[in-house]
């Protein structure tokens, strides 16, 4: 599997703009990986390592499958499991039946259950079917709420969740959504999520819907990735993407029971906005430029602008500026988008995507929810020891790590790097 490709698409992005900048000398003979994305890149020669906050995935714009990384839990893994067991507990596209019912403790009224013992589990089938009308396709990076660096990028496709809720006639009581999915029957190993009920009937703002997936990148959904379906919420981090999906459960209960409520997460905290550095060198000469770039998570509250700072650290900090307000920030430039969105078949993005206009061609740029590159020449500096930071504007002209610096709500903290101006 080859593994430069975001790198390469970086490389190619940045060259452009550095050449156009009359700086591509200077970036050719300074580019230097930026350690922690250098190390992440190595890391992921290996499969299921724990990703390095801040790193960055040596991925296309778009991650193949296999090469997602994997945080999911349970002994064994799900996707460990051999096929005959996979197709004996719903875990293929053939055997996969969904339950949609009413909570025992706290019921909802719903008209017609769907069960396993009444004959009526929602199948693969007519999940299909129901796609050939409803099938809704979305750009979102993968992106755990504990971790910095995204798990891949992907094309996600599926049928909105709120299609098969209403095949189950609710008339009321109905506030919350649970649902978790299949691990090895054993209630202690149980990764469960939730959503309030008006998130999954209505989209707010211009966002895609939460869906029940069982495509990525065009392809379908693999085991590892949570296949045959898993949920998909496009504004989420993570953990509120179910993987393995086997019961959706509704509740007139009116608050979260998340799995991950339990280790002190901000389980209604949507993506945050931030920039985290790719190419930086240790080292320049007084006086000569300095290249630098990165990569930008396009949040909830969108991105306006990626900032760059390089600070001696003779300077002194003043007190009470936590989150870097008064460093000397300059605009770095946002890259375009690839010509070519490899990890996709032909390259092209489908018709009806989210986001992207019928040739396929986003419609905006950056897309929201999804990571964008970006670089920077900043002028020569004298000799000493330096910070570089980079921090992103939203598009409320917000900047980072505000307006939610809290790292249970998703890391947005500014990254800091230590260079070297030499005599
Ligand atoms: N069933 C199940 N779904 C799960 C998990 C899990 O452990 N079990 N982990 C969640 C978490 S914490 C994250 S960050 C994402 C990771 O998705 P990925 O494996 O596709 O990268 O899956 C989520 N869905
Ligand atoms: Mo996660």
């Not at 991925?59 to 990384?69: A, L, M, N, V």
């Not at 409803?134 to 660096?149: D, H, I, S, Y």
């Not at 179910?242 to 389980?267: G, R």
Request: aromatic share 8%; proline share 8%.
């Amino acid at each position: 599997m080859d593994h430069s490709h975001f790198l390469s698409e970086h490389g190619e992005l940045t060259r452009r703009f550095f050449l156009r900048a009359g700086a591509w000398g200077l970036a050719a003979s300074q580019l230097t990986v930026n350690a922690v994305a250098d190390e992440s890149a190595r890391a992921a020669q290996k499969k299921h390592v724990k990703p390095d906050k801040g790193g960055v995935r040596p991925d296309p714009y778009f991650t193949p499958s296999e090469d997602f990384r994997d945080v999911s839990r349970g002994k064994p893994l799900p996707h460990s499991l051999p096929d005959e067991k996979k197709a004996e507990v719903g875990l293929t596209r053939e055997t996969w039946r969904l339950e949609v019912i009413s909570d025992l403790d706290n019921p909802a009224k719903i008209g017609k259950p769907l069960t396993e013992v009444d004959g009526t589990a929602f199948d693969f089938a007519a999940l299909l079917k129901l796609g050939e009308t409803q099938a809704v396709r979305f750009p979102k990076v993968m992106t755990c709420l504990n971790l910095g660096c995204p798990l891949g990028m992907g094309l996600w496709e599926g049928v909105p969740l709120r299609e098969v809720i209403w095949l189950t006639k609710p008339r009321e009581d109905l506030r919350r959504v649970f649902y978790y999915g299949y691990h090895n029957d054993d209630p202690a190993q149980m990764f469960r999520s939730s959503l309030p009920i008006g998130r999954v009937l209505e989209d707010p703002f211009d966002l895609p819907p939460v869906i029940l997936c069982y495509k990525l990148n065009g392809e379908w959904l693999d085991s590892e990735r949570g296949g045959p379906v898993r949920v998909v919420v496009p504004e989420a981090y993570g953990f509120k993407s179910i993987k393995w999906l086997s019961h959706v459960v509704l509740t007139n209960l009116a608050h979260a029971n998340d799995t991950y409520a339990e280790q002190n997460n901000d389980v209604d905290s949507p993506l945050k906005t931030f920039a985290a550095t790719i190419t930086i060198p240790k080292e320049v000469k007084a006086g000569e430029a300095i290249t630098v770039s990165g990569y930008a998570q396009v949040g909830i509250s969108g991105l306006s602008k990626v900032q760059v700072s390089l600070e001696s650290n003779a300077t002194e900090r003043p007190e009470n500026d936590p989150h870097f307000t008064t460093a000397p920030w300059v605009d770095a430039e946002l890259l375009p988008a690839p010509l070519n969105w490899t990890a996709l078949s032909d390259g092209r993005v489908p018709e009806q995507t989210h986001g992207f206009d019928g040739a396929g061609v986003p419609k905006t740029w950056p897309l929201r929810l999804t990571n964008a590159h970006w670089a920077a020449v900043i002028p020569g500096l004298p000799a000493g020891e330096y910070t570089f930071r980079c921090r992103t504007i939203d598009e409320h002209g917000h900047a980072q790590p505000m307006p939610r610096p809290f790292r249970k709500s998703g890391h947005a903290a500014i990254e800091s790097i230590g260079i070297t101006v030499a005599d």
